[in-house]
């Protein structure tokens, strides 16, 4: 569903909008050691260019932005900030390895029945969440929402999202 199509799909609706974002395709490791501090590849600066393009003309705004903390995520979610017109925000319960509960805290804590909510994260926390908020099952494997890739959702009940959500929409850069 182009720009066009979701803005007439949420036309006169309070639905909330959900976009769910993994970071950009990142080094193995880090200078440090720490898997934190692993920074992207020219690769995942492109796809999260890419991305804030495609979505700045997709959601209504501005959304809430919120990311992990972690160096991967934090350099996904900066290009959005800008061309969603909003502030970026760090949330722990975002980190790698935290559960797909966390995430659906940072719903239930952020949502709002007029807006939008942006997440940059990780799997499979972002995966399991996609799965919990639909209801159905999510393909195992980098096919679903490989690094770089985001999809967007309809939730009809923020304040309990589980088995509330449509997926509408998934968005990743074009491979050449």
């Not at 950009?24 to 692993?38: I, L, Q, T, V, W």
């Not at 501005?62 to 970026?88: K, M």
């Not at 719903?107 to 969440?129: E, K, T, Y």
Request: with cysteine; glycine share 10%; charged share 20%.
């Amino acid at each position: 569903m182009g720009g066009a199509a979701l803005h007439r799909h949420l036309a006169g609706s309070r639905r909330v909008i959900i976009a769910i974002v993994r970071h950009g395709k990142a080094e193995r490791d880090s200078a440090s050691g720490s898997d934190a501090d692993r920074v992207l590849q020219p690769r995942g600066h492109r796809q999260a260019a890419y991305l804030a393009g495609e979505l700045a003309g997709r959601l209504r705004g501005p959304p809430i932005l919120l990311a992990s903390p972690y160096a991967r995520a934090r350099q996904t979610a900066e290009p959005l900030a800008p061309a969603l017109q909003t502030a970026l925000q760090f949330d722990e319960r975002l980190e790698s390895g935290q559960p797909a509960s966390c995430a659906i805290e940072v719903i239930a804590q952020h949502g709002s029945p007029r807006g939008c909510l942006v997440l940059v994260g990780h799997n499979p926390q972002l995966s399991d969440l996609v799965s919990l908020l639909t209801r159905g099952p999510v393909p195992q494997g980098d096919e679903w929402l490989r690094t770089g890739e985001a999809v967007v959702c309809r939730l009809d009940d923020w304040v309990q999202p589980v088995g509330a959500g449509v997926a509408i929409e998934r968005l990743r850069l074009p491979e050449y």
